[in-house]
C-alpha cells in the first residue's frame, strides 16, 4: 500500500472512530443516561469525548500538514499559501535543536525562593486546620501542584521547550493520573462496611 | 534531512533524519522514563489513599519534633539539590567543566543529607515500634488494635523514593566523574534529579503532613 492510501486509510478509520465514540457519548446525553448510577454515567460520557478527542487529532493533523485549516496558523504563514510552520517543522541544529538561552541565575533562584515559601505555607497549613479534611487535601495538593508545575516549568525547563515535547509529556501524565481517582468512590463503599477497621 | 516527496507540500519533522521533538534521543527517553515513573508513583500514592480513606481511625503520629522538622529540612535539602543541579546545568552550557562537577558534587550532598535525615527518621519510627505489618500500642491506646497499613504504606512509598534519591546520587556522580559526559548529560541526569524533587513534593504533604499529631 503507497503511503498516500495507508495515510487515507489511517485519517478514515480514526476519523469514523471519533464519530462512533461522539456518537456514544452524545447518545448517553440524549436518553439522559448520563446521570445514571451516580457518577458512572458521567464518567462513561467524558470517556467517549475523550476518545473522540484523540482519535480525531489524527485526521485533523494530516489537514493541518497537508495545507488545511488555515485559520490555525500564524497570519504571515497562512499568507504564505499554508505552508506547514511554527509548531513542528524541524530545526536541526549542531546541538540537537537546543537552540534559547539558558536560565539566568536570578530567574532560578526566584523560582527556588517561591518552591521554599511554599513548602513553609504547606506545613503550616499542617497545624493551621483552616478547613475540614477534604478541605486541607485539596487546599496542600492544589499547592504541590503549583509547586510541581514550577519544578516542571523551570528546573526541567520544560516551559522552554518545543510545544510538541510538552503535548506528548503534560496530557497523558495529567490524563492517567487523574483516572486513578474512580478508585475513591469505593474506597467510601469500604469504609462504610467497616472493613478495615 | 529528507526532500520533500512529490505529494507532501514541504519536509515533515516526522519523517525521519529530523528532531521532531527538538531534543535529542536520550533527553526524550528520559523524560519518557519519567512520564512512566511518575505514574507508578502516583499508583502507589492513589493505593495509600485508598486504603487511608477506607480506614476509620488511621494513626497520625508524626510530632512536630522530631519528625515534621526533619521532613521540612529534608523537603529544602532536596529543593536546595535541585537549585544546584540547575547551576550545574547553566554552567554545562558555558562549557565550565570544573564549575559542572563541583555543582554537580553540591546536588548530590543535599541529596546525601536527605537520605541520612530520612534513615534517621526511620531509625526513629522503628525504634518506636512501627513495623510494616504493625503500629506501636501507644499510638492506638490501651485497648487498641495494632495492625495496620501505616507502616506498608509509610515504608514502601518512602523507601521507593528514597531508593530513587540514592540511585540518583550514583547516576548523578558518574556522570560527574566520568570523562566522556557531554553538556546533553548533564542536562538529562538533572531532569532525572528534578523528576526525584517532584515526586517528594507529592509525598512529603501526603504521607506527613495529612499525619501531623494532635494532641
Not at chain 2, 538533572?190 to 509525598?203: K, P
Request: contains cysteine.
Amino acid at each position: 500500500m503507497d503511503p498516500s492510501k495507508e495515510t487515507k486509510l489511517l485519517n478514515g478509520l480514526c476519523a469514523a472512530g471519533a464519530l462512533g465514540a461522539f456518537g456514544a457519548a452524545a447518545y448517553t446525553v440524549a436518553t439522559g443516561e448520563i446521570f445514571s448510577a451516580g457518577v458512572d454515567g458521567l464518567f462513561f460520557t467524558l470517556v467517549c469525548l475523550l476518545l473522540a478527542v484523540v482519535l480525531a487529532i489524527v485526521p485533523l493533523w494530516s489537514l493541518y500538514s497537508s495545507g488545511g485549516l488555515r485559520f490555525l496558523r500564524g497570519r504571515e504563514a497562512a499568507a504564505a499559501g499554508g505552508v506547514p510552520n511554527g509548531l513542528f517543522l524541524a530545526i536541526p541544529g549542531e546541538d540537537e535543536g537546543h537552540a534559547h538561552p539558558p536560565a539566568s541565575t536570578r530567574q532560578t533562584l526566584i523560582i527556588w525562593s517561591w518552591l521554599l515559601a511554599l513548602t513553609f505555607v504547606e506545613v503550616l497549613l499542617g497545624y493551621l486546620h483552616i478547613a475540614p479534611p477534604l478541605g486541607m487535601l485539596i487546599i496542600l495538593m492544589g499547592l504541590s501542584i503549583i509547586k510541581a508545575a514550577l519544578i516542571m516549568g523551570y528546573f526541567m525547563h520544560l516551559k522552554f521547550e518545543r510545544m510538541s515535547l510538552i503535548l506528548t509529556v503534560v496530557p497523558a501524565m495529567v490524563i492517567c493520573i487523574s483516572l486513578l481517582a474512580i478508585f475513591f468512590p469505593d474506597s467510601l463503599r469500604a469504609l462504610n462496611l467497616k472493613a478495615f477497621r | 534531512m529528507e526532500v520533500a516527496k512529490l505529494h507532501e507540500p514541504a519536509v515533515s519533522a516526522w519523517g525521519g533524519g529530523a528532531f521532531p521533538y527538538g531534543v535529542g534521543h536520550k533527553k526524550l527517553g528520559m523524560w519518557l522514563f519519567i512520564m512512566s515513573d511518575s505514574l507508578t508513583f502516583a499508583a502507589m500514592l492513589v493505593g495509600y489513599s485508598y486504603v487511608r480513606v477506607a480506614t476509620d481511625r488511621w494513626p497520625t503520629p508524626f510530632p512536630f519534633s522530631p519528625s515534621i522538622i526533619y521532613a521540612t529540612v529534608m523537603t529544602a535539602c532536596l529543593l536546595s539539590s535541585s537549585l544546584t543541579m540547575v547551576m550545574a546545568v547553566s554552567a554545562a552550557q558555558r562549557r565550565d567543566r570544573p564549575r559542572v562537577v563541583r555543582w554537580i558534587f553540591a546536588t548530590v550532598a543535599g541529596g546525601v543529607a536527605f537520605l541520612v535525615l530520612h534513615l534517621i527518621e526511620w531509625e526513629h519510627l522503628i525504634h518506636d515500634g512501627l513495623t510494616p505489618r504493625a503500629v506501636p500500642q501507644e499510638w492506638v491506646g490501651e485497648g487498641g488494635n495494632v495492625q495496620s497499613l501505616f507502616g506498608a504504606t509509610f515504608f514502601t512509598i518512602t523507601g521507593l523514593h528514597m531508593f530513587h534519591v540514592f540511585t540518583g546520587v550514583i547516576y548523578l556522580m558518574v556522570v560527574a566523574l566520568r570523562r566522556r559526559s557531554t553538556r546533553e548529560d548533564v542536562e538529562i541526569s538533572g531532569l532525572y534529579w528534578h523528576f526525584v524533587d517532584l515526586v517528594w513534593m507529592f509525598v512529603f504533604p501526603l504521607i506527613y503532613l495529612l499525619s501531623i499529631k494532635v494532641n
